[in-house]
């Protein structure tokens, strides 16, 4: 879990540099403009995330050395960037550190549980909680 926290740490220090929301909500929009999009077999209704207002998609990847890679996309550009945060701290991750972690708290601590719209913190629940069942699928099935 420690390379979760220090990156939580880094996205922490970045969001403290800049001044108000609206330059945050700028950095984040440019943190989605990062994410290579998906493939349209990947924007499945499988990979599809229940619970955003937004088209949402997810992509779970194990990877041979117990690690997880998690890849996303979305029609909305604030979104993406919100997906690129989650991909940050939890793609390339072991399953086990991903539950172990405490995301609602991340969430508190780069301010965006208190700055996005209800319907956006939601969706950006709802992608964690995804990320998360995910992530325990794996961890049960590698025992």
């Known amino acids: 879990m420690d390379g979760i926290q220090k990156t939580l740490d880094e996205l922490a220090d970045e969001f403290d540099l800049l001044g108000d929301w609206e330059e945050r909500y700028r950095y984040v929009i440019e943190l989605g403009g990062d994410l290579a999009p998906l493939s349209e077999v990947e924007r499945s209704e499988a990979n599809k995330v229940r619970g955003c207002a937004s088209q949402v998609w997810l992509v779970t990847k194990p990877l041979g050395d117990g690690r997880v890679e998690f890849r996303g996309d979305s029609d909305a550009h ?66």
């Open 78 to 143: 604030i979104v993406r960037g919100l997906i690129a945060i989650l991909l940050r701290l939890f793609s390339g991750r072991r399953p086990a550190d991903i539950l172990a972690f405490d995301v609602r708290g991340a969430f508190k601590r780069l301010g965006l549980s208190g700055a996005l719209s209800t319907q956006r913190s939601n969706g950006l629940a709802s992608m964690a909680e995804r990320i998360a069942r995910d992530a325990a699928a794996l961890n049960a099935a590698n025992g």
